[in-house]
Nanobody, 114 residues
Framework: VQLVESGGGLVQPGGSLRLSCAAS????????MSWIRRAPGKGLEWVSRISEGGSLTYYSDSVRDRFTISRDNAKSTLYLQMDKMKPEDTAVYYC????????WGQGTQVTVSS
C-alpha cells in the first residue's frame, strides 16, 4: 500500500486549497477512505470520510460546510477541497486507509496565516 498526499501550502484565512492523495498497491475502489490531520502540538483529528463509490460522505463538525471530500476511482485518487479556511485548519493532513492495518502517507503541510 502506498498513499502519497500533495497540494498543501500556505494560504490566507478565507482562502482555498485542494489536497490530493494518490493511492496504489490495493483496490482503491473497494475501500472507504478518510482524511485526518495533526495540528501543531495536538493529536490526530479525523476530518472526513467517503464511501467506496463516493455516494456517502461524512465530516467532522469543525470542517462541515467548508470542506468537500471526493474521489476518482479511475485514477485511484482521493481529494479534499478546503474552502473558507481558518487558522485552526493549520495542520499536516494525511489520507487514511483502514484495512487489515491502518495506512497513511507522509502527509502534506497546510498553513493558514495572513
Amino acid at each position: 500500500v502506498q498513499l502519497v498526499e500533495s497540494g498543501g501550502g500556505l494560504v490566507q484565512p478565507g482562502g482555498s486549497l485542494r489536497l490530493s492523495c494518490a493511492a496504489s498497491g490495493f483496490t482503491f475502489s473497494s475501500f472507504y477512505m478518510s482524511w485526518i490531520r495533526r495540528a501543531p502540538g495536538k493529536g490526530l483529528e479525523w476530518v472526513s470520510r467517503i464511501s467506496e463509490g463516493g455516494s456517502l460522505t461524512y465530516y467532522s463538525d469543525s470542517v462541515r460546510d467548508r470542506f468537500t471530500i471526493s474521489r476518482d476511482n479511475a485514477k485511484s485518487t482521493l481529494y479534499l477541497q478546503m474552502d473558507k479556511m481558518k487558522p485552526e485548519d493549520t495542520a499536516v493532513y494525511y489520507c487514511l486507509l483502514l484495512a487489515d492495518l491502518d495506512y497513511w502517507g507522509q502527509g502534506t503541510q497546510v498553513t493558514v496565516s495572513s
